[in-house]
């Protein structure tokens, strides 16, 4: 594979994790707080779904980083792009 292809190719796999990484933020982000309020039971006033969705949106994110992280790395040793720790 020429230098070129091999460039383009690990850009495409980059984009194409980095799109699906996105997707999973934005539907935490916005879809899961949408829906919060569905997901309201008697706490004693408190909004219980609300409070739920973002202490699990943190979990995600930190996920979804750490996801991002070993994908990278992974990808950049495939491609033969990974630096020297």
């Not at 292809?5 to 916005?30: D, M, N, P, Q």
């Amino acid at each position: 594979m020429q230098p070129s292809e091999r460039r383009r190719a690990h850009r495409c796999k980059t984009r194409r994790i980095t799109g699906i990484l996105l997707a999973v933020w934005f539907s935490v982000s916005f879809a899961i707080g949408y829906f919060a309020r569905n997901l309201d039971v008697g706490s004693f006033g408190w909004p219980f779904g609300f409070w739920a969705a973002a202490q699990g949106a943190l979990v995600v994110y930190v996920l979804v980083i750490r996801l991002y992280e070993g994908c990278m790395k992974r990808l950049d040793r495939d491609f033969g792009e990974a630096e020297d720790e």
